[in-house]
């Protein structure tokens, strides 16, 4: 499977974005999608994470409540819907795939085998 993530650019303090995560190459139902980010010098961390059937999702406590993260199967496609972003917010997002038990890898990036090349957001103040 190969993501390829989309959507990102250049915003002002208090915009929206929805950045999309296009699979290809192979069906990604099975997988568990995660959203990463990782801001300049500074280490990758969990923003939000939707299970395979899309019942269980889960998101960063420090962006809780500006995140709607979302799949459409039948478009082989993860959604990150992102309000009233913040300077703070400015980062490169990487989606990535995971198998296995979603409560139990869904948060660290290590238990995800695939990932896409990252699509980078800024926010100006």
């Known amino acids: 499977v190969q993501l390829q993530a989309s959507g990102g650019g250049l915003v002002q303090t208090g915009d929206s974005l929805r950045l999309s995560c296009a699979a290809s190459g192979r069906t990604i139902t099975m997988y568990h999608m995660g959203w990463f980010r990782q801001a300049p010098g500074k280490e990758r961390e969990f923003v939000a994470a939707i299970s395979s059937t899309g019942f269980q999702r889960n998101y960063a406590d420090s962006m809780k409540g500006r995140l709607t993260i979302s799949r459409d199967n039948a478009k082989n496609t993860v959604y990150l819907q992102m309000n009233s972003l913040k300077p703070d917010d400015t980062a490169i997002y990487y989606c990535?795939?995971?198998?296995?038990?979603?409560?139990?890898?869904?948060?660290?990036?290590?238990?995800?085998?695939?990932w896409g090349q990252g699509t980078l957001v800024t926010v100006s103040s």
């Open positions: 990535a795939g995971s198998t296995g038990s979603y409560s139990s890898v869904y948060r660290f990036g290590v238990n995800y085998a695939i």
